[in-house]
């Protein structure tokens, strides 16, 4: 069991950044599979950025080259550092873990077994 917990979002002007933690607890994280996912209203929940237990990333496109997922083990921590955020960047959003991935890939919610309660980023224009 990984428990989730979510921090530093919050309301920004169109350029600006943020970065987002995620604290976890419980069992062995630093050999979980885990990831960023965004969900606004109205919309389906889709993946913003994933991080292998070998530390290998993933992105998705509207994000690559302004976000960046890392984790600390020792801190048990996840983050995600959101620079030049746009208005469309706007949601809920949620870090997730997996022990392992399995035939979908680091973006696919399915994949994820455990969910944080999300923090809120509003970016205004």
């Known amino acids: 069991q990984v428990q989730l917990v979510e921090s530093g979002g919050g309301s920004v002007q169109a350029g600006g950044s943020l970065r987002l933690s995620c604290a976890a607890s419980?069992?062995?994280?630093?050999?979980?599979?885990m990831g960023w996912f965004r969900q606004a209203p109205g919309k389906e929940r889709e993946g913003v950025a994933g991080?292998?237990?070998?530390?290998?990333?993933s992105y998705a496109d509207s994000v690559k080259g302004r976000f960046t997922i890392s984790k600390d083990n020792a801190k048990n921590t996840l983050y995600l550092q959101m620079n030049s955020l746009k208005p469309e960047d706007t949601a809920m959003y949620y870090c997730?873990?997996?022990?392992?991935?399995?035939?979908?890939?680091?973006?696919?919610?399915?994949?994820?077994?455990?969910w944080g309660q999300g923090t809120q980023v509003t970016v205004s224009s």
């Open positions: 419980g069992d062995t994280y630093s050999s979980y599979c």
């Open positions: 991080i292998d237990s070998d530390g290998s990333t």
């Open positions: 997730a873990a997996a022990a392992a991935y399995g035939l979908g890939t680091p973006l696919d919610k399915y994949e994820y077994n455990y």
